[in-house]
């Protein structure tokens, strides 16, 4: 189908480009932005006093399937991803089974290729069901389309066992993805702090994280390697990554909504939607964050959409899952950071748009000339929203299947800016709103 998205604001963070101006879709590639001139479309989508985007790219989301399908689907987590004009995601590989074989990333991405709602890249085992231990076959999983490998949340003990995946991957050309925790210091389930305290919560200090960057930047130095760091939480954590990067280390690195917008005050008296991963920090902490991810030491902000059943939520904080649904959350809370902190809509949809895509790089193939970005003859995902309205999380009515969220109106009070109103994959409308 030929589409026409006219009389929007096209804002590309990646070319510059901020100005009124018609999208022309065809045969699953942009083929104009500017005048539509004798271009004849089979549908037309009025984005007057709307802004066209580049479609975004969270690096961060869990789909629970396979092995969590009570806590969600490939069918609810996509239509949400596409509710939020996310078209392409990167899952982690803490499924279960863990995504350690060929067949299980392949049946995975045959399976959202069918749904047609977003483009799906999933992480790869770094070790063998994440036990830690003995290593995947990485080449193989990387020819089933892994675009890098990953423990998730469950952190390698052993350094050598670390030292070898990384010369592994220097190796061949691949990424790392890690979440920097130490194995022992990080089992708390809140912040260590005067909050945690006074709730009589065990604590997981700033030093969980920056210790296991300090020990990973010296395996880096000496592998060559490049990592990407998923999640950084702290202040101290911020330093490190800038100090890694003066340096000319491979690494990039990514933050949580959760962690920008959130401190351990959120938690209030045990709020349970509040428990998440990694855990909520101190105020210096989230301005760090916010500071960190303005001026680019960190890359992107990351949705870590975590759908959670009530039934493994509503416990006492200590037991609850943590883990909370942002794939619908994402941009606005992007576009809240661009707003409160001062960067502006530019910085804010990078962050989320190219920043992400030039965090992939090669593993994205041939898409990586033009996904998070729109530019004539490129792929046509496109996120189209209000920056105008306003609104409010509402749990019951977010289409993932994971109702908890910590950016419930109800917990939060914020009143969120911009809202999709059509999201375009490969040329396909995967999702527009009923009241457009």
Known sequence: MKILIHGGRVVDPATGRDELADVAIASDRIVAIGAAGDFRADRRIDATGLIVAPG??????RLREPGYEHEGMLESELAAAAAGGVTSLVCPPDTDPALDEPGLVEMLKFRARKLSRCRLFPLGALTRGLAGDVLTEMAELTEAGCIG???AEVPIA????????????????YTVWVRPQDAWLGKGVAASGAVATRLGLSGVPAMAETIALHTLFELVRATGARVHLCRIS???GVALVRAAKAEGLPVTADVSI???????VDIGYFNAAMRVTPPLRQGRDRDALRAGLADGTIDALVSDHNPVSADEKNLPFAEATPGGTGLELLLSLALKWGEDSGAGLSRALAT????????????LGSLSASAGRLVAGGVADVCVFDP???????????KSQGKHT???FEHTGFELPGRVKATLVAGTVAYEDAAA
């Open 234 to 236: 702290s202040a101290a």
């Open 388 to 398: 105008g309205e306003r609104w409010q999380a509402s749990p019951a009515a977010l």
């Open 406 to 408: 910590p950016f419930a």
């Open 258 to 264: 959760n962690s920008l917008h959130l401190t351990d």
């Open 158 to 173: 052993d350094t050598l066992v670390m030292q070898r995946a990384l010369l592994y991957a220097a190796t061949y050309g």
């Open 352 to 363: 989320i748009t190219s920043e992400p895509v030039r965090v992939l790089g090669p593993a």
């Open 149 to 151: 490998f990953s423990q």
């Open 56 to 61: 975004l790219v969270d690096l961060a989301a």
